[in-house]
């Protein structure tokens, strides 16, 4: 019985870890729309150690590293993310802009084709995956993929 009302007595102490997760990811996303990212950093990485096995803390702490020019960070960062759960879109997105920014142009490409399998309509993944496939002077792939933008977007000028 002692046992019994010892976990019963820990179980408001568990309930408040979750609501202090939630609160950190919260109070770190609002300062990242204030443009406060050393300090949303700071509460994503109290939401991390408190829950490592999240993969939202990591990604909204990559755009807060991108933001401030640590790509490899950010990077690192949306790989852990993705390791935790692999089906969000967003993250292969920011990961291939941080491999256009330290020039690995290739592991880009791989990201966006990634991403534009299960979200084939984000205008702005084809135009990067473009621009990485002529920076590996792979052109035809490069106007294959431009074909396919000018087929499903027509009225886009910037297709041409």
């Known amino acids: 019985m002692r046992r019994v009302l010892f976990w019963l007595a820990w179980l408001p102490l568990a309930a408040f870890a979750q609501i202090n997760t939630d609160h950190m990811i919260r109070m770190g996303r609002n300062a990242l729309f204030y443009d406060e990212y050393v300090l949303s950093i700071r509460y994503f990485n109290q939401a991390i150690e408190a829950k490592p096995y999240l993969s939202e803390p990591y990604y909204y702490r990559a755009v807060a590293k991108f933001y401030l020019e640590d790509y490899w960070g950010a990077e690192a960062d949306c790989s852990a ?8 879109d967003e993250v292969y997105q920011l990961r291939g802009l941080c491999r256009i ?5 290739a592991e880009a490409v791989e990201d966006y084709t990634h991403a534009l399998e299960d979200n084939p309509d984000d205008v702005s993944m084809w135009y990067n995956r473009v621009l990485c496939r002529i920076e590996l002077k792979d052109y035809d792939q490069a106007d294959a993929d431009l074909d396919e ?5 027509p009225k886009q000028s910037k297709n041409y």
């Not at 920014?101 to 142009?105: A, F, I």
């Open 149 to 153: 933008m000018i087929r499903r977007w």
């Open 81 to 88: 993310s993705i390791a935790r759960n692999p089906f969000i």
């Open 101 to 105: 920014k330290t020039e690995r142009y």
